[in-house]
T-cell receptor, first 111, second 113 residues
């Protein structure tokens, strides 16, 4: 299983763009990169998934360089409600059981 | 509400007692997962079902833990002879086959006293 490394915590002011980078040096050819968000006392929530280049949805963007050894989750204009833990996961499609969560990045957004 | 439902939300039990949690997945999802999460840590995989078949179990799932998914619908997770170290949030998730996007429930918080 590809191991991921991400910052333990980040701080941001409301209205700023936040970029959280995840390192996954031994990502396999058939692995996708998936990001989840988790609020206290709730289960994780899927944010975005990608394989290469750039993926964008209504919540975030995911940037993946050509070598796929890292990825960056970009949250535009964060608000206080974006304060949460963000997990970067790497795994192959077809088997979510292989999704291994690390300790995640704790994002704190303040005024 | 058509999301993943878990019951109970909170459970306090005395050490040595048995507890059972229930998970109702999203109805069209044939995959169901159980995770455990302790404070400050990410969720740890426990076990996984495809329909009624339990396909994978983590080494974390000791002999005191058992999970079932009769008829491929809801699932139960039972912990026998609970220990204080079992105190955690137990999360259930489901997904359609072929996708890695898992939908999580709000979890059952277990406190063993």
């Amino acid at each position: 299983l590809a191991k991921t490394t991400q910052p333990i915590s980040m701080d941001s002011y409301e209205g700023q763009e936040v970029n959280i980078t995840c390192s996954h040096n031994n990502i396999a050819t058939n692995d996708y990169i998936t990001w989840y968000q988790q609020f206290p006392s709730q289960g994780p929530r899927f944010i975005i998934q990608g394989y290469k280049t750039k993926v964008t949805n209504e919540v975030a963007s995911l940037f993946i360089p050509a070598d796929r050894k890292s990825s960056t989750l970009s949250l535009p204009r964060v608000s206080l409600s974006d304060t949460a833990v963000y997990y970067c996961l790497v795994g192959s499609t077809g088997t979510a059981s292989k999704l291994t969560f690390g300790t995640g990045t704790r994002l704190q957004v303040t005024l | 509400d058509t999301g993943v439902s878990q019951d109970p939300r909170h459970k306090i039990t005395k050490r040595g007692q048995n507890v059972t949690f229930r998970c109702d997945p999203i109805s069209e999802h044939n995959r169901l997962y159980w995770y455990r999460q302790t404070l400050g840590q990410g969720p740890e995989f426990l076990t996984y079902f495809q329909n009624e078949a339990q396909l994978e179990k983590s080494r974390l799932l000791s002999d005191r833990f058992s999970a079932e998914r009769p008829k491929g619908s809801f699932s139960t997770l039972e912990i026998q002879r609970t220990e204080q170290g079992d105190s955690a949030m137990y999360l259930c998730a489901s997904s359609p086959q072929g996708l890695t996007e898992a939908f999580f429930g709000q979890g059952t918080r277990l406190t063993v006293v």
